[in-house]
């Protein structure tokens, strides 16, 4: 079932048996094995709606792109069509979880009468939900700030054109926050946000405070822009992984842009989460997505880089003529499945022999097309040699491993990779692990730089690192750049992320680190530079590129650091005062 408009993965998804689909954390998503159908991300050209008379479901996106379910049984078919330019399988996303207003520079813009405070701007928050009832969002008469709550895992009546979840509008929001109780407010507005991250994150860049109903300019925890007019997407995360994927990332994207260009207003919209599996090159059908809609009109997407710095799950070198590297994993215990992404350049021609911790010896493994299974003691290994897409020069070498039937995990202990250099033009190669195994699941001798999580690798998305504000130095968990094969400067600037006070959900405030609670703050900063720019006339071109210009330009640079931009904190940490032009 190859196809070279297929993305590698999903051709070895498509080899893999339903056991062994069901096995891998990575294989089977986007698949429904009681109905046997796909959910994929297409990119189209021309019409494709005549699918929908084979069954075909079709969410059309923004830019030509769509996300489609179909039976299995069709999917050479659609792959084939000549309006299908490329196809791709859904990804597990995972979330990359003191006075940051102040040190970011943003106080001395919200005096007097210039004070900007996101009025007259969208902020959207793409999450795991958010407490609606918290006061940080509730203006001063008790009423919601937000515009609208979609929540992607309450299956009843969803916006128009997207085939899941309820959404929830202001007007039910009020009603639901004006209920005799909270049995009755439960039942009119049943959204949760179980793991506090989302509310966290809308918090810091826009939340309103508390102690004021969210109308309080003075409030110590008053967030970047509280008057900004809210959008929150709870994204779905239903089947047994539950992790939510990147099909339901774009389509929340898709939706807040089209409410912003419905509502014409200026929208900055926040993502806080990624994943691992890519070429780290800015070259996926998301990443291509999200270039399109950052760059459309009177729009800011802001992107954390994630928290895969110090987790040694990227190792990377340059391979000579006839050299053998041996890379060596360590697989902890109780890993239910595994993969291992190995990118290379298509004019390298390198052998691959994988080592089992008990000296098993598989390979070597030649540039052989298609899907090849192993089985060594309780682990059964699916390798295949992937080709370059028309999207990317890179190769890709992927390594799944599933425990074999009746087996709880993969073997654990020691696993190497053998890199058996044959002819070599360029020598550069790299290694990631996924970025939901356990802490023991590392390499021995990692790489901490290009450990950015995908989609904060798009070229036009703001990439927002952390660091360390009381001590004024990079955050060691920060993913850090550059791109993997353009070396494009990413992170673009890093804001606090370590012991940041936000909103937590089911009310009060407490303590958060990661580059999930960095990515709000220039979030919220977006806002701000777009009601000074956009909604008060300064400047009607203040959003995108020219946007991320000017917080380059402000950007702070830390003593801790000599050379900038570098990958670590990219050109600096942010400073709003310095990126707007206001004396």
């Known amino acids: 079932m190859n196809d070279q408009k297929r993305e590698n993965l999903l051709n070895l998804a498509l080899d893999a048996t339903d056991a062994e689909r069901a096995a891998s954390s990575s294989l089977g998503t986007g698949y429904d094995f009681s109905t046997g159908t796909w959910e994929v991300i297409v990119r189209y050209q021309g019409d494709i709606s005549f699918l929908e008379e084979s069954g075909v479901r079709i969410t059309y996106l923004l830019f030509q792109y769509a996300i489609l379910l179909l039976p299995e049984q069709l999917m050479d078919d659609v792959t084939n069509l000549p309006q299908i330019t490329y196809m791709e399988k859904p990804k597990r996303l995972f979330f990359a979880d ?20 996101g009025d007259g701007t969208l902020l959207a928050c793409i999450d795991s939900g958010v407490d609606y009832t918290h006061p940080a969002f509730r203006n001063a008469d008790g009423s919601s700030r937000l515009l609208a709550l979609w929540d992607q895992t309450i299956p009843g009546s969803p916006p128009e054109g997207y085939p899941l979840g309820t959404l929830y509008t202001r007007q039910q929001i009020n009603e639901a926050l004006n209920a005799a109780d909270s049995a009755e407010r439960n039942r009119m507005v049943p959204s949760r946000d179980t793991s506090g991250h989302g509310t966290a994150v809308l918090g810091i860049a826009a939340g309103g405070g508390g102690s004021e109903r969210g109308g309080g300019e003075d409030s110590l925890y008053r967030g970047v822009a ?5 959008l929150a997407v709870k994204l779905s995360s239903s089947g047994e992984n539950a992790f939510p994927r990147t099909t339901q990332l774009m389509m929340a994207l898709d939706y807040c842009i089209r409410t912003a260009l419905f509502l014409q207003k200026p929208i900055a919209i926040n993502l806080s989460f990624g994943n691992n599996y890519g070429s780290h090159s800015g070259t996926s059908l998301l990443e291509t997505y999200l270039n399109q809609a950052a760059g459309l009109g009177r729009t800011a997407v802001c992107i954390g880089s994630g928290n895969e710095g110090s987790s ?11 050299e053998t590297k041996p890379v060596e994993f360590s697989v902890g215990p109780y890993e239910s499945s595994m993969s291992l992404q190995i990118w290379k350049s298509y004019t390298d021609d390198i052998d691959i022999v994988v080592v089992h911790p008990d000296g098993t010896r598989i390979g070597p493994l030649q540039s052989v097309l298609g899907t090849v299974r192993f089985r060594v003691r309780g682990t059964e290994l699916l390798f295949y040699y992937g080709m370059p897409s028309p999207h990317s020069q890179a190769q890709e070498i992927y390594l799944d491993l599933i425990p074999v039937s009746g087996q709880p995990a993969v073997d654990s202990g020691i696993w190497t990779v053998e890199l058996h250099a044959r002819r070599i033009v360029t020598g550069r190669y790299d290694l990631w692990l996924p970025g939901f195994a356990g802490a023991e699941t590392r390499f021995f001798l990692p790489d901490p730089e290009t450990t950015l999580t995908i989609p904060s690798t798009a070229r036009y998305g703001i990439t927002v690192g952390a660091y360390e504000p009381r001590l ?6 920060s993913g850090r750049g550059y791109t993997r094969l353009l070396q494009e400067i990413k992170p673009d600037l890093c804001a606090p992320g370590v012991n940041i006070t936000a909103p937590a959900a089911e009310g009060g405030y407490r303590s958060f680190t990661g580059t999930s609670f960095a990515v709000p703050f220039v979030t919220g900063s977006a806002a701000l530079m777009m009601e000074w720019g956009i909604v008060r006339g300064n400047d009607p071109f203040l959003y995108g590129e020219k946007l991320k210009a000017f917080l380059i330009r402000g950007a702070r640079q830390l003593p801790s650091e000599k050379t900038y931009p570098n990958p670590r904190l990219g050109f600096g940490v942010l400073c709003l005062k310095d990126s707007l032009p206001i004396g």
């Open 98 to 117: 003191f006075a940051g207003r102040s040190i970011s520079c943003i106080h001395s813009l919200q005096e007097g009468p210039r004070g900007l405070f």
């Open 226 to 230: 509280p008057k900004a007019a809210l």
């Open 312 to 322: 040694g799950r990227h190792a990377g070198g340059i391979l000579s003529d006839s």
């Open 472 to 477: 004024q130095t990079y955050a060691d968990f």
